[in-house]
C-alpha cells in the first residue's frame, strides 16, 4: 500500500500563487500515476490535474487548465500541484491520489485510483 500526505494549503488572496503537495511513502511513487481532485461544500469531487508514473505526459480539468501545473518529483515521493491565478471559486480541499500503474497513461476518474490522502483545505478570499 501507499500512504498519502498532502500539505500546503491555505488562505490566499485572489490572483495569488500557491503549491501543494503530496508526499508518499510505503511505495515507489515511480510505480504510480498521481492525481488530483478537490471538493468544495455541497459539490461532487472534481477532477483538477493528472501525471503518468514517470511525468512525460500531463491532463487537466477544463476550469484550471492554463492556470495550474503538475508535477512530480520521484526521487522525493513527492507529487505538487501548482496553483496560480486563484479564483475564490477554486476553494476546496484539495486530496492527492495514486493508482499503481504499468503505463504512461494519465487518468481523470475518480474510480480509477486506489489510494487517497486526507486534503488540504485551499481557501481562496475575494
Known amino acids: 500500500q501507499v500512504q498519502l500526505v498532502e500539505s500546503g494549503g491555505r488562505l490566499v488572496q485572489s490572483g495569488d500563487s500557491l503549491r501543494v503537495s503530496c508526499v508518499a511513502s510505503?511505495?515507489?511513487?515511480?510505480?504510480?500515476?498521481m492525481g488530483w481532485f478537490r471538493q468544495s461544500p455541497g459539490k461532487e469531487r472534481e477532477f483538477v490535474a493528472a501525471?503518468?508514473?514517470?511525468?512525460?505526459?500531463?491532463w487537466y480539468g477544463d476550469s484550471v487548465r492554463g492556470r495550474f501545473a503538475i508535477r512530480r518529483d520521484n526521487a522525493k515521493n513527492t507529487v505538487y500541484l501548482e496553483m496560480y491565478s486563484l479564483k475564490p471559486e477554486d476553494t476546496a480541499v484539495y486530496y492527492c491520489a495514486a493508482r499503481h500503474s504499468w503505463d504512461l497513461n494519465v487518468f481523470t476518474e475518480l474510480e480509477s485510483y486506489n489510494y487517497w490522502g486526507q486534503g488540504t483545505q485551499v481557501t481562496v478570499s475575494s
Open positions: 501525471i503518468a508514473r514517470h511525468g512525460g505526459r500531463r
Open positions: 510505503g511505495r515507489t511513487l515511480s510505480d504510480y500515476a
